[in-house]
């Protein structure tokens, strides 16, 4: 793990979870901006350090295998303490599923990274995300896409590449025509390795 006064990166290896994790934050909480966790093995569990970083403005948990009920409890946490976050990072963690509450708590945020998980569906509440302006789904099972994601109009960067999205035509799915014409913000579409089996994917001329 390396530190500075407001950067923190723990990587895991064969001794453990660092022990940083779980100490006392108090001493360097007020400094903090930054904190990423790499391949450490959270499961169920979060570092109790985490609500004291009040300055944080980018979290990454990325390869921790964080089980879905540690993710509600971080939108409990993070919600009312990291007010300043802007970069919430929760790429390979084999995610199956994502709290419908919390999200709401995060009104400052501008980068979400659910890439490299198992999500089949996403909650319509992700849409309280006023100014979020990158979305990255890549890389999960998702087949549809809520239609309150349309609400999401600062999106400037939108990423599904590698999912199914073979049922954005049914019933209570978001149509990606409707979404681009929603998001008058959007510069960056990436749709590699979709499947579209039913012309789900077009877009207007």
Known sequence: SSSSSSSISSYGNRLGTPACLWMN?????????????????????????????????????????????????????????????????????????????????????????????????????LSSLSVLTELRLNHNQLSRLPQELAALSSVVLFDASHNWLSGLRAAGSASLAGLAAAWPCLRSLALANTSDKHGSLELPL
């Open 25 to 125: 934050a108090a001493a360097w909480a007020s400094k903090l901006t930054s904190l990423g966790v790499h391949g450490v093995q959270l499961g169920g569990c979060l570092p109790p350090c985490i609500p004291q970083l009040t300055r944080l403005t980018c979290l990454r948990l990325h390869g921790c295998s964080l089980q879905p009920r540690a993710a509600a409890a971080l939108l409990r946490q993070v919600g009312p303490s990291c007010q300043a976050l802007q970069v919430l990072g929760l790429a390979g963690n084999e995610l199956w599923q994502l709290p419908e509450k919390g999200w709401e708590g995060l009104t400052g945020l501008k980068e979400l990274d659910l890439s490299h998980n198992s999500l089949a569906v996403l909650p319509g509440s």
